[in-house]
């Protein structure tokens, strides 16, 4: 007989693992508090909370690796970007190519990805044995676990309560996770959860004319500002979403009209031609303002019963782009050693003995990435390693590859491999530059000697 799994979740990764598990003959059942978001309605469905996603390397191994024919259909309207496109303050763009040989990532819609998910899982079930339950407006409210499996409580309409027993539990229900609370009662799991002083608010270009892209859509735009900064990813219909990230402080004060306008006409002229001046003044005083949080532990399972994954156990700010890329990596790794090991146990033991390392290293990457977005970009000094980052990577790929293609573009390095080669690729890039400062130096001296 099958083994039964709860996941608990149908976000983009509870989705992604439960059609992993249903192709391997697991029993599933999907479970999610929200209604199903494909019938909610356009209120409930369009929460202004949105970062547009940008799928690369890892999110789309995790997708082949649980069905590739799967993937090509759920990736088919994205958008790709082959670099970032700055807007300096006078109005010029400059493009940064990301990829050393055409390597780009993509644009995509969270919600219509998660949708896209959630419909692969009814067309699986048209001709699977072994059916995926969806089971929304299921609120999780206890967890136990026993010498059978684990025994999941919800509940449903109007107070109403229900259990069901499985033989074991994925969390896969993001960052303020349940499941993730419901666990520490059965482990020593260490944990913290930190806010940076930055929020971010939605705002939106409409498309042209026949649905023209008002900017190029093979890039990911950036306003970059130092304390704070716009972007804008493409979207199918020719729209963008923007996004502004700045200081609570700085978004919290601009509530006046007057003020909103001087804002933005003074540090982002051309976006407010794009957007509209009206329209930021409503996206300003009306859209809500998301906080930005890291959050991490260091235990992801309790013995065979219970495992975490995605922004469960690795919530990261956005500004590396690896949120959801990493949540897919999470279920084709978690996918893998279930194939490979000989229990269910052994797999999670080893997930969390090795994964660790690796979320620890891309959270910091996502961290320190947000002063690279809104200051180094246009640094004469950022802009000269990264040309000769890029050099070295085309002249001797096989030895040298930039950090951003490590992270972006090969998922067959971990993490934490991507950061422990790039600590001793700038240690050559500073000799490198010390190299040439001296003789620069040397040839002025002889130079102003003769």
Known sequence: MSESVAVIGAGLVGALVALGLGHRGYNVTLFDLRDDPRTAGTAIKKNLRSINLAVSDRGIRGLEFVDSEMSARVLKEIIPMHGRMIHTLDGKQESQ????????????????????LLDEIDTFNKTAVNQIKLKFEHKLVNLNFNTRGASVECEVRYGVKRSFDFDFVIGAD?????????????????????????????????????????????????????????????NSDGSFTSTFF????????????EDIETFFLSNFPDAADLIGMENVVKAFTGNPKGALMQVTCSQYHFSDKCIILGDATHSMVP???????????????LLGLLDEKETREAAFD????????????????????YKEMSTKVISSAYLLRKTLDSFLGRLIPQYWIPLYTMVSFRGDIPYSQCVRREKTQQKILKCIELGSITVVAIAAYWKFKK
């Open 97 to 116: 190519i990301y990829g050393l040989f055409g390597e780009h990532i993509n644009s995509i819609d969270r919600a219509k990805l998660n949708e896209s």
């Open 246 to 257: 700045g200081p609570w402080s700085l978004t919290e004060a601009l509530k006046k009209a």
């Open 174 to 234: 993001g960052s303020y996770s349940n499941v993730r609370y419901q666990m520490q009662k059965y482990i020593r799991m260490d944990y913290s959860q930190e806010y940076i002083d930055k929020c971010y608010l939605e705002l939106y270009i409409p498309p042209g004319e026949n649905g023209a892209f008002l900017l190029n859509p093979n890039h990911l735009h950036i306003w970059p500002r130092k304390e704070f900064m716009l972007i804008a990813l493409a």
């Open 319 to 333: 500004f590396y782009g690896q949120g959801m890329n990493c949540g897919f990596e999470d279920v084709r790794i």
């Open 350 to 369: 080893t997930y969390t003995a090795n994964r660790h390392k690796d979320l620890k290293a891309i959270l910091k990457l996502a961290l320190d990435n």
